[in-house]
C-alpha cells in the first residue's frame, strides 16, 4: 500500500511559471522527501523535510509540512524545460528509513 | 565515482525463465535495496538489505530472492519468471536504516525487464 498520494497526478505549464503539487500521507512520519524521476531514469533525491520542520528551500524548490494535516507541498519557482520529470514523495511512516513512495506528479514544462 | 550500478539494462525472458539481477554501489553505504516500478502505482519495495549480512522481505517480496554478496552488492534473483513481473527494477542505496540518519536513497538507472 502507498504512503504517499500526489495531488494532481499531471501537470503541464509553460517556463517561467511556478509549479506546485502535493503530497498527502496517511501514518505519523519522522521525515518527507521528494525526489525527481527524468524519463528513463532512476529517482535523484532533491529535498528532505523533517517533522518537527514546516518550510524548507533550496534554490528554486520550496517544500512545506503540515503535520497535522498529514500532507507536504513541492513548489518549484519559475520552471524551465529541463524541469520536466516526474516528482515522487517519500515517506518513512511505519518504520524508521524504509520509505514507501506515492505514485507521481508528471510535470511538462514547455518552451 | 559510478554510485549505483545495475545490469542489465534490459532483458527479455520467457515464462518460467530464471535470471539475476545485479547491483552494485560505491558509497560505502550500509543498506540497500530493490524496487519495482509499474505505471501508476509509484515504487513498491521488494526486498532490502539494511546492512550486510541481513535481508527482509519488502512490500511485494513473492517471486523473488535476494542476496547481500558483500557490502557493496545486492542481487535480485527471480527463479521462474511471470508475466506478472514485467517491470522497471531499480536498486538503491543509503547510508543505513539507523536512526538519526535521513536515509536519503540513491537509485540506479534501472533494468527493463519483459517476462512473455
Known amino acids: 500500500s502507498q504512503q504517499g498520494e500526489e495531488d494532481p497526478q499531471a501537470l503541464s505549464i509553460q517556463e517561467g511559471e511556478n509549479a506546485t503539487m502535493n503530497c498527502s500521507y496517511k501514518t505519523s512520519i519522522n521525515n518527507l522527501q521528494w525526489y525527481r524521476q527524468n524519463s528513463g531514469r532512476g529517482l535523484v533525491h532533491l529535498i528532505l523535510i523533517r517533522s518537527n520542520e514546516r518550510e524548507k528551500h533550496s534554490g528554486r524548490l520550496r517544500v512545506t509540512l503540515d503535520t497535522s494535516k498529514k500532507s507536504s507541498s513541492l513548489l518549484i519557482t519559475a520552471s524551465r524545460a529541463a524541469d520536466t520529470a516526474s516528482y515522487f514523495c517519500?515517506?518513512?511512516?511505519?518504520?524508521?528509513?524504509?520509505?514507501?513512495f506515492g505514485a507521481g506528479t508528471q510535470v511538462v514544462v514547455t518552451p | 565515482n559510478a554510485g549505483v550500478t545495475q545490469t542489465p539494462k534490459f532483458q527479455v525472458l520467457k515464462t518460467g525463465q530464471s535470471m539475476t539481477l545485479q547491483c552494485a554501489q560505491d558509497m560505502n553505504h550500509n543498506s540497500m535495496y530493490w524496487y519495482r516500478q509499474d505505471p501508476g502505482m509509484g515504487l513498491r519495495l521488494i526486498y532490502y538489505s539494511a546492512s550486510e549480512g541481513t535481508t527482509d522481505k519488502g512490500e511485494v517480496p513473492n517471486g523473488y530472492n535476494v542476496s547481500r554478496l558483500n557490502k557493496r552488492e545486492f542481487s535480485l534473483r527471480l527463479e521462474s519468471a511471470a508475466p506478472s513481473q514485467t517491470s522497471v527494477y531499480f536498486c538503491a542505496s543509503s547510508e543505513g536504516l539507523n536512526r538519526g540518519w535521513d536515509n536519503i536513497q540513491y537509485f540506479g538507472a534501472g533494468t527493463r525487464l519483459s517476462v512473455l
Open positions: 517519500a515517506t518513512d511512516g511505519d518504520s524508521w528509513g524504509k520509505l514507501q
